[in-house]
């Protein structure tokens, strides 16, 4: 009896130890560990990438100053911290990605990231990633937010993180704002009234992403080299206008939107798509928007009842693409696309039908490569006269047909013009600005170019793209030039600059005054030192 008695005692502090034992070790296990990085070998590792590998969800890797080629993959949920982040480098070598983080939860903070395919990608990470005090730059794309689900979105990122030198722009659950410095990034996640205007972007993923956002705008800015010039999605009422697009793989990509406005944009070489919409969006308007020299122009996929009219497409590999149904397509320019409309994809045995036309009188839309003729008039085209539509449609396939396409080419679209000195908001040394200015209209040609000094009488300058201003004031002025095509559009810009002549203490003379100042500081404790030594001669 005391042999079974003791037998279970011992079972029983055995039990108990284990107990404590396996207790101890999920507290050892649970406790965030540091793990270092040295690429001189002073550190747990030498390698980056082998740090991520050892490291448990909540550890930290604290890489240490120096040159670290890697491509590195976070795919757990850790903080990587560099030393510094002007001597804390990653650098990718020319190839791949050089930070691609596929979880949330992670933090990382000053680094370098440079010299790869992509630098920094989000890539469907389901929760939160912090970013501070990182420099992305030179690479091909600097920087990359993809995903699916808001939650793929909502990270923090400040503005003290760059790309390319400029602050990153990453505003979440924000309103009522408006970002109008130079950025080298922007997103909108979840908000609403935000305006976007009159930046210049580059070489990211997205020049300009906008997610789960309303009621916002995107104005005036230039972003090309990018994947996506701007992506939309899953946006109610945003307003993409007077931009320009170019050479990036899509100019704007929009899905699954709603109430959506893409007005007067230019949107030219793009390598893959002009505009692409798809994902059952619908009540989006195109209108008065310049689609040049892309391989697709505009592509509609499972999206309807959108509107697109006012624009022109021309010499795209095609113009129009679609897979959709119930959108409307009218008075627009069809010019020498080298297929105008690919709307039977083949694989698909439902048709597909749009609207072509807006009815007569008003028409359909211009085509390059119609042949039809124009001698007769009226809704069947069957009375005497001709009315600037052809008699015949024209014919896209069996299930869709412009009935009323125009003889001439529809010319609703304003020039293009851009100033190109002097800089908006710059300081002229001179009283004699010689302003200069390009343009271009594609439809009907520039007729004349008119330009004004501070807001006085406009003078016509006929087609010459320059014109002096003599005898300048210092102080703030601006200049305006107009462009007005053949068809009566218009196109105004405007700069303001200042203009400083004082040959040292302006505002734009600081160099020079500091210099100056300086010079007769040092005159002043010269002469104040050879006094002080004749008089020390002097009492000798």
Same mark, same amino acid.
């Given at each position: 009896?005391?042999?079974?008695?003791?037998?279970?005692?011992?079972?029983?502090?055995?039990?108990?130890?284990?107990?404590?034992?396996?207790?101890?070790?999920?507290?050892?296990?649970?406790?965030?560990?540091?793990?270092?990085?040295?690429?001189?070998?002073?550190?747990? @590792?030498?390698?980056?990438?082998?740090?991520?590998?050892?490291? $448990?969800?909540?550890?930290?890797?604290?890489?240490?100053?120096?040159?670290?080629?890697?491509?590195?993959?976070?795919?757990?949920?850790?903080?990587?911290?560099?030393?510094?982040?002007?001597?804390?480098?990653?650098?990718?070598?020319?190839?791949?990605?050089?930070?691609?983080?596929?979880?949330?939860?992670?933090?990382?903070?000053?680094?370098?990231?440079?010299?790869?395919?992509?630098?920094? *990608?989000?890539?469907?990470?389901?929760?939160?990633?912090?970013?501070?005090?990182?420099?992305?730059?030179?690479?091909?794309?600097?920087?990359?937010?993809?995903? /699916?689900?808001?939650?793929?979105?909502? /990270?923090?990122?400040?503005?003290?993180?760059?790309?390319?030198?400029?602050?990153?722009?990453?505003?979440?659950?924000? /309103?009522?704002?408006?970002?109008?410095?130079?950025?080298?990034?922007?997103?909108?996640?979840?908000?609403?009234?935000?305006?976007?205007?009159?930046?210049?972007?580059?070489?990211?993923?997205?020049?300009?992403?906008?997610? @789960?956002?309303?009621?916002?705008?995107?104005?005036?800015?230039?972003?090309?080299?990018?994947?996506?010039?701007?992506?939309?999605?899953?946006?109610?009422?945003?307003?993409?206008?007077?931009?320009?697009?170019?050479?990036?793989?899509?100019?704007?990509?929009?899905?699954?939107?709603?109430?959506?406005?893409?007005?007067?944009?230019?949107?030219?070489?793009?390598?893959?798509?002009?505009?692409?919409?798809?994902?059952? %969006?619908?009540?989006?308007?195109?209108?008065?928007?310049?689609? %040049?020299?892309?391989?697709?122009?505009?592509?509609?996929?499972?999206?309807?009842?959108?509107? @697109?009219?006012?624009?022109?497409?021309?010499?795209?590999?095609?113009?129009?693409?679609?897979?959709?149904?119930?959108?409307?397509?009218?008075?627009?320019?069809?010019?020498?696309?080298?297929?105008?409309?690919?709307?039977?994809?083949?694989?698909?045995?439902?048709?597909?039908?749009?609207?072509?036309?807006?009815?007569?009188?008003?028409?359909?839309?211009?085509? $390059?490569?119609?042949?039809?003729?124009?001698?007769?008039?009226?809704?069947? *085209?069957? *009375?005497?006269?001709?009315?600037?539509?052809?008699?015949?449609?024209?014919?896209?396939?069996?299930?869709?047909?412009?009935?009323?396409?125009?003889?001439?080419?529809?010319?609703?679209?304003?020039?293009?013009?851009?100033?190109?000195?002097?800089?908006?908001?710059?300081?002229?040394?001179?009283?004699?600005?010689?302003?200069?200015?390009?343009?271009?209209?594609?439809?009907?040609?520039?007729? /004349?170019?008119?330009?004004?000094?501070?807001?006085?009488?406009?003078?016509?300058?006929?087609?010459?793209?320059?014109?002096?201003?003599?005898?300048?004031?210092?102080? %703030?002025?601006?200049?305006?030039?107009?462009?007005?095509?053949?068809?009566?559009?218009?196109?105004?810009?405007?700069?303001?600059?200042?203009?400083?002549?004082?040959?040292?203490?302006?505002?734009?003379?600081?160099?020079?005054?500091?210099?100056?100042?300086?010079?007769?500081?040092?005159?002043?404790?010269?002469?104040?030192?050879?006094?002080?030594?004749?008089?020390?001669?002097?009492? *000798?």
């Amino acid at each position: 009896m005391e042999r079974k008695v003791t037998s279970g005692i011992m079972l029983a502090f055995l039990i108990i130890g284990m107990l404590m034992l396996a207790s101890s070790i999920q507290r050892v296990k649970s406790e965030p560990r540091t793990w270092t990085v040295d690429d001189d070998g002073q550190a747990d @590792f030498s390698s980056i990438q082998d740090a991520i590998k050892a490291a $448990s969800p909540g550890d930290t890797v604290h890489v240490k100053a120096g040159t670290y080629f890697e491509n590195v993959v976070v795919n757990i949920a850790i903080s990587l911290v560099g030393e510094n982040k002007r001597t804390t480098i990653i650098d990718g070598n020319t190839t791949g990605t050089v930070v691609y983080v596929t979880v949330g939860n992670v933090t990382i903070r000053n680094f370098t990231i440079r010299n790869g395919a992509i630098g920094i *990608q989000l890539y469907f990470t389901l929760g939160l990633v912090t970013l501070k005090e990182n420099n992305i730059t030179n690479n091909k794309l600097n920087f990359w937010v993809e995903g /699916h689900d808001q939650a793929d979105f909502m /990270h923090q990122i400040d503005t003290s993180n760059t790309v390319d030198g400029k602050p990153v722009y990453y505003l979440v659950n924000k /309103h009522n704002e408006e970002i109008a410095n130079e950025a080298g990034y922007v997103a909108v996640i979840n908000s609403t009234n935000i305006s976007v205007k009159g930046l210049n972007l580059m070489r990211n993923g997205q020049g300009i992403l906008f997610a @789960f956002s309303d009621n916002s705008a995107i104005e005036n800015v230039n972003v090309k080299n990018s994947t996506y010039g701007v992506f939309l999605r899953r946006c109610n009422k945003v307003l993409v206008k007077n931009s320009v697009l170019e050479n990036n793989n899509y100019g704007i990509y929009i899905y699954k939107n709603r109430n959506t406005t893409i007005a007067g944009n230019v949107i030219v070489n793009n390598t893959l798509t002009g505009i692409f919409m798809e994902d059952y %969006s619908k009540h989006n308007l195109f209108e008065e928007n310049t689609i %040049s020299s892309n391989k697709v122009g505009i592509e509609f996929m499972t999206s309807v009842e959108n509107v @697109f009219r006012h624009n022109t497409l021309s010499k795209n590999g095609y113009g129009f693409s679609i897979y959709s149904s119930d959108n409307r397509i009218y008075l627009n320019n069809f010019i020498n696309n080298t297929v105008q409309v690919k709307a039977d994809f083949g694989l698909f045995t439902t048709a597909r039908v749009n609207i072509w036309d807006d009815g007569y009188p008003s028409g359909g839309n211009y085509w $390059s490569d119609y042949t039809g003729v124009d001698d007769k008039s009226g809704p069947n *085209q069957d *009375q005497a006269g001709s009315d600037g539509i052809g008699d015949a449609p024209y014919t896209i396939d069996a299930n869709n047909k412009d009935r009323y396409p125009l003889m001439t080419i529809l010319d609703v679209i304003a020039p293009r013009i851009s100033i190109i000195f002097p800089l908006n908001r710059s300081e002229i040394k001179s009283s004699t600005i010689a302003a200069s200015w390009i343009g271009s209209d594609e439809a009907s040609g520039i007729s /004349h170019y008119e330009i004004r000094l501070d807001s006085g009488s406009w003078i016509n300058v006929e087609t010459n793209t320059t014109y002096a201003f003599i005898g300048l004031n210092d102080g %703030s002025h601006t200049i305006e030039v107009k462009a007005i095509d053949n068809a009566g559009n218009t196109k105004q810009i405007k700069v303001s600059f200042t203009v400083n002549t004082s040959p040292l203490f302006g505002p734009g003379y600081m160099e020079e005054a500091v210099v100056t100042a300086t010079i007769i500081i040092l005159i002043l404790g010269v002469a104040l030192y050879l006094l002080k030594i004749r008089k020390s001669s002097f009492n *000798q």
